[in-house]
């Protein structure tokens, strides 16, 4: 609500607040009259409804309750479903009468307890169709510095999903993602991205998980000489980058669900060493991740980053465009296994070489003594990441390949 002391309160006091999705109030003023005025209908466009229009997400929310064909479209088919649901034989005069005692809050709450604000984020139930949006926004406090570094995300199932038939709703057999584009003002030890979010289209399953690894490549750039076109990248010895120069830096994962909602937030997760172990990728499939990974450090059979290493992912519901979606709520969950403040203090570190340096090295002189503001440097910057991100996605395939997975 607005501030009480906010004077005086007027339709701008609301503009800072968070809108109900698909939600608005229809108000009538009318003239002190013995008998009311009868409504016009709703169709005859006698009401102000300019500040009322649905946006894109209030339309995509619309549209798939009005395709689900057992949703009820009136309080009456509500009541009707509740009182078959409950096994009660109520005569129509007595529905309203019923309805309001049975949703009674003084019968579901503790004495004088507030009854919960509605959980913006828990509108609209997942459906495969609209999907899940994902961002990988940032990784904070990588080992080594002078490597550029990507994110590879997939889906990896839970055990119901695995059993389900691929649709056409589906983005395949296989859904995955891999970042690309950099902040360059971001440390090289915490790298910040700024792709566009995807969107994948997993099947419903609660045990369904994000599992995230981080790579590095280590590998020169050379620019260009003319300067009017990406440099090559290659190996140390100068020849075409092996697998041998991508560098797995550490992985986490994600839940995607909670109950039948996407797991709408800003999820800080820690990073663990090496690889995802078989046991670890075998309970997932049926058991709460976090749950799991507490599970696995205690066996240790997972070993968290020595630098309290941790990533950063968005997550909200497909039905919600990337400028209509609420603020996410920041979930820590996955942090607490461990002190979470070791995890936090890292995240606020802000010192090391930022990413402009691992551009800056390769440049003339005159370019590294005018900064990263000029033009020249932005347009170097340009190439590096254009060349950088190819070689990087050429290694991640193939290694995608020779572990048997689709290509990317």
């Avoid at 002190?32 to 209908?41: C, G």
């Avoid at 980053?305 to 465009?321: L, P, R």
């Amino acid at each position: 609500m607005p501030s009480k002391e906010q004077t005086p309160l007027n339709a701008p006091s609301f503009n800072h607040q968070r809108r109900v999705p698909c939600c608005t109030l229809l108000i009538r003023l009318l003239p002190h009259t013995q008998n009311p005025v009868p409504p016009p209908d709703y169709l005859s466009g006698f009401y102000f409804t300019e500040d009322a229009k649905p946006s894109k997400s209030d339309l995509q929310i619309i549209s798939s309750f009005q395709q689900n064909k057992e949703f009820p479209n009136s309080v009456a088919d509500a009541t009707a479903q509740l009182m078959t649901k409950e096994q009660k034989n109520i005569p129509p005069e007595q529905w309203m009468a019923w309805y309001k005692k049975r949703l009674d809050n003084r019968k579901h709450l503790l004495h004088e307890q507030p009854s919960a604000h509605l959980s913006l984020v828990r509108m609209v139930r997942y459906h495969q169709r609209t999907g899940i949006h994902l961002r990988i926004s940032q990784v904070y406090g990588l080992k080594e510095d002078g490597l550029y570094v990507n994110a590879f995300a997939r889906i990896l199932k839970g055990d119901h999903a695995l059993r389900v038939p691929e649709t056409a709703e589906a983005g395949g057999s296989e859904e995955k993602f891999l970042t690309r584009l950099h902040d360059f003002a971001s440390l090289q030890r915490s790298p910040r991205w700024k792709d566009p979010t995807w969107v994948l289209h997993p099947c419903w399953d609660t045990h369904s998980v994000l599992l995230i690894q981080i790579f590095g490549i280590n590998v020169i750039y050379k620019p260009d000489p003319s300067g009017q076109h990406p440099g090559k990248v290659t190996s140390h010895t100068g020849e075409e980058p092996e697998l041998d120069a991508l560098l797995q830096l550490g992985w986490s994962a994600i839940p995607l669900f909670c109950g039948p909602y996407v797991n709408t937030g800003l999820h800080n997760a820690p990073l663990f060493q090496g690889a995802p172990d078989a046991e670890f990728l075998n309970d997932a499939l049926s058991r709460p991740l976090q749950h799991v990974v507490g599970n696995c450090l205690n066996k240790n059979i997972l070993t968290l980053t020595k630098e309290y290493s941790s990533i950063a992912i968005e997550v909200w519901d497909g039905h919600y465009f990337d400028d209509e979606r609420c603020d996410l709520p920041v979930i820590n969950d996955l942090l607490t296994i461990d002190k979470m403040n070791k995890f936090l203090k890292v995240q606020l570190n802000k010192k090391g070489k930022n990413m402009t340096q691992l551009v800056l090295q390769n440049l003339d002189w005159r370019i590294q003594k005018s900064g990263s503001n000029r033009p020249e440097y932005l347009r170097e910057e340009q190439f590096y990441e254009e060349a950088m991100a190819k070689a990087f996605y050429t290694l991640v395939e193939s290694a995608q390949m020779n572990a048997r997975f689709d290509p990317l």
